[in-house]
């Protein structure tokens, strides 16, 4: 047998480390020990200019990305960055300040408060709402529901995902066969904001236990067909819990790249078929704005965009829920040009907002995305708004405005929870009244007998057999 080469040694041991490097990265929960949160605000547009830089650096992680000038940035660095990043301010002479030196301790803190099964500890019964549940809680509440509401809800499938959990979609309807307008909202395609998808679980519950004792509730689902996705990206939620509590992404390995063993995951949000691979997307896997190889490769937008086009001629209105930063945002993400709707956007907005504030007193910016956030493209609001033909899309970031970021505490999720279901109510009630009140003028003012309603040409058949 020949001995091997010097070279052959060399190159088995680089494969040795490479695959250790691999598994390292894949299989070992991501610890977070001298990971840095830091804050600051650009004082003009050469300082956020020279943040943006920073944007392609896998070792530097934007919680809130360097938009305009005198607007909040937080940047998640880890140790053998830091001081890069830190030197860089220093040279810019831009003040910085210190959110947290050690992340691990906010995820010690919130695995303590959230432990899988927590919800059942010192509780009498069911599912609480105040605790950010894993998936398996989260897929076996919905079919709790769907058993014990029967006659107003259907679970249904929209897909399954790379890793193969099923992307649902709970349909709560109590009655008109599917002529009702309707209600979509979906929360979770960013795997990292726990706080959508703990948001979007409250409201079903409210919906249901609500239905039959409170009358306001009760109008809301014997006028409008609700279809909740509570939890978009599971792969990625799921890689969250036992992972990495910082990954955005889903997990699917992109086509093209089998090499890039390390970066996987596409940004559904950036693989709409609108506006593909614009401003703020990326053709990079390792980077956490990757749109993916092609317009709906991903089995979360292709769910989304399947649901949303089986009901567009009736749906009234889109949310789709994000964190953080406390925004309420119509489209368009990938243009700072006015929308079509851009007047009565503002006025539902408005509407919204005051809702929003009222429920707890917490404060929410709002105005079309690209203005309010960054630059969006491929996104999925855009998407229902240009594409599906539905005016009112909306995207929502949720609590807070960079305190804990996507580690919110426990103790923030009914409130965040009770503001925005005040602020989504108040859009849809706002909507009804406008329209009675135009009904109401049209058959005053017209000696026609028939008004036209919307009709749906298509219906979501998938219920799920468990
Ligand atoms: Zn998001």
Excluded at 38 to 58: H, Q, T, Y
Excluded at 82 to 87: I, N
Excluded at 445 to 458: G, H, L, Q
Aim: aromatic share 10%; hydrophobic share 35%.
């Amino acid at each position: 047998m020949p001995k091997p080469s010097p070279m052959m040694k060399s190159s088995f041991t680089q494969f040795c480390v490479l695959l250790l490097l691999i598994i390292s990265k894949t299989s070992a929960f991501q610890n977070f020990t001298g990971h840095k949160l830091i804050g600051m605000v650009p004082r003009s547009p050469d300082e956020v200019m020279a943040l943006r830089n920073f944007m392609d650096d896998p070792e530097v992680d934007f919680w809130l990305e360097p938009t305009h000038e005198l607007q909040n940035v937080t940047v998640h660095v880890n140790p053998e960055a830091v001081q890069k990043l830190e030197g860089t301010l220093r040279d810019m002479g831009l003040q910085y300040y210190t959110i947290t030196d050690d992340l691990e301790k906010w995820i010690e803190r919130e695995r303590e408060e959230n432990y899988p099964g927590s919800h059942l500890q010192g509780r009498t019964t069911g599912f609480a709402f105040d605790v950010y549940h894993p998936l398996d809680e989260i897929v076996a509440y919905l079919d709790d529901v769907s058993r014990k509401y029967p006659n107003i809800t259907k679970l249904l499938n929209m897909g399954d995902t790379y890793e193969g959990n099923i992307i649902y979609l709970l349909k709560i309807s109590s009655g008109g066969n599917d002529t009702r307008p309707a209600v979509w909202i979906d929360a979770g395609i960013h795997s990292r904001e726990w706080i959508a998808p703990a948001t979007a679980l409250y409201m079903i519950n409210h919906l249901l236990v609500n239905y039959g004792n409170d009358k306001y509730v009760t109008n809301l689902i014997d006028t409008h067909d609700w279809y909740i996705m509570p939890l978009v990206n599971p792969d990625g939620y799921l890689h969250t819990w036992n992972w990495n509590r910082l990954w955005r992404k889903n997990r699917a390995l992109a086509p093209g790249f089998p090499g890039v063993l390390i970066c996987r995951g596409t940004d559904p949000n950036r693989n709409f078929d609108i506006f593909f691979g614009g401003p703020s997307t990326s053709s990079t896997p390792c980077s956490s704005i990757y749109k993916g190889d092609h317009p709906f490769s991903e089995a979360e937008s292709s769910a989304i965009r399947d649901g949303v086009m089986a009901i567009r001629d009736r749906l009234l209105t889109y949310f789709s829920l994000h964190s953080f930063s406390q925004l309420w945002m119509t489209p368009h993400g990938y243009t700072t040009l006015k929308a079509p709707d851009f007047k009565e956007h503002m006025e539902l907005l408005t509407v919204a907002i005051t809702a929003v504030e009222a429920a707890n007193g917490m404060h929410y910016k709002y105005g079309p995305s690209a203005q309010t956030l960054y630059a969006t493209s491929g996104s999925a609001s855009d998407w229902v708004y240009d594409v599906a033909g539905v005016r009112y899309s909306f995207s929502v970031e949720l609590r807070d405005r960079g305190v804990f970021g996507f580690l919110l505490p426990r103790t923030e999720i009914i409130p965040t929870s009770e503001e925005t279901w005040a602020g989504i109510t108040a859009i849809v009630s706002h909507l009804q009244a406008k329209e009675k009140a135009k009904s109401t003028s049209t058959t005053n003012s017209s000696t026609a007998t028939t008004v036209a309603t919307t009709t749906n040409t298509e219906s979501l058949n998938t219920t799920v057999t468990s």
